[in-house]
């Protein structure tokens, strides 16, 4: 006797990750007339987070089921999605965890400093703000690593209202970190600590952007 092989068919896969499929291509179907930004169907079906949602546009894009669209990324359903969304099971609700544990209420909505709102999203059995806050109580540093667009810069916005910054570039040096010195009005010169040390001074929360593009010499001051 042969098992059908479900691991190529997204919409049949079991567990979570066939329930956003389906709850993904449900929404497109039902709304049909436009592409939809990754962010606005998240929203609307209150999915755990915008990059989970993306990797099942992309999925339906590959099956032929929609069309992507990039700057910024949308998706829009195509016949054929129509046709195979019609046998997917309705997502009437969510699988519940074994434990019985109820998640935490939702946080209402985070002014950035830009003065975009943020809305809180699901991460595991809590919502990421929440969780970045815990972890900064135990004093544990976060890698955040995805595709651009999918909200890292603007969680840890939203989560930290002392946030300092230090981008990430070609050109970073070591005093981007640890600051250097600067001319004073009168002559002479005065130290300006850079965010790093900022941050320790003051116990700051301190998000390096783009960590990946800054060359390796520039990482010595923080690995000896």
């Known amino acids: 006797m042969t098992t059908p092989n479900t691991s190529s068919n997204p919409a049949s896969?079991?567990?979570?990750?066939?329930?956003?499929?389906?709850k993904v291509a449900l929404y497109l179907r039902d709304h049909p007339?436009?592409?939809?930004?990754?962010?606005?169907?998240t929203k609307a079906i209150d999915a755990p987070s915008?990059?989970?949602?993306?990797?099942?546009?992309?999925?339906?894009?590959?099956?032929?089921?929609?069309?992507?669209?990039?700057?910024?990324?949308?998706?829009?359903?195509?016949q054929a999605g129509i046709d195979a969304?019609?046998?997917?099971?309705?997502?009437?609700?969510?699988?519940?965890?074994?434990s019985g544990r109820?998640?935490?209420?939702?946080?209402?909505?985070?002014?950035?400093?830009?003065?975009?709102?943020?809305y809180p999203r699901r991460l595991g059995g809590d919502w990421d703000i929440e969780v970045l806050h815990k972890l900064r109580k135990q004093q544990v540093p976060?890698?955040?690593?995805?595709?651009?667009?999918?909200?890292?810069?603007a969680m840890l916005e939203a989560a930290f209202d002392d946030l300092l910054t230090i981008a990430g570039t070609g050109d970073t040096i070591v005093?981007?970190?640890l600051g250097s010195y600067a001319p004073l009005p009168g002559g002479g010169y005065d130290f300006v600590y850079g965010p790093l040390v900022?941050?320790?001074?003051?116990?700051?929360?301190?998000?390096?952007d783009d960590a990946t593009l800054i060359p390796p010499g520039s990482w010595r001051c923080c690995t000896r």
């Open 85 to 98: 969304a019609g046998s997917l099971l309705p997502a009437a609700g969510r699988p519940r965890s074994g």
């Open 102 to 118: 109820r998640r935490a209420g939702k946080p209402t909505p985070v002014t950035r400093p830009s003065g975009q709102t943020y």
């Open 50 to 78: 915008t990059g989970a949602v993306f990797e099942v546009g992309k999925k339906m894009a590959a099956a032929g089921h929609a069309t992507h669209h990039t700057n910024p990324h949308r998706f829009q359903i195509t």
């Open 175 to 177: 005093d981007d970190f």
């Open 198 to 208: 900022q941050a320790m001074r003051e116990g700051r929360a301190l998000l390096v």
């Open 142 to 153: 976060v890698l955040l690593y995805g595709p651009p667009g999918t909200g890292k810069t």
């Open 13 to 22: 896969a079991t567990g979570r990750s066939g329930y956003l499929y389906r």
């Open 33 to 41: 007339d436009r592409p939809h930004k990754v962010g606005e169907i």
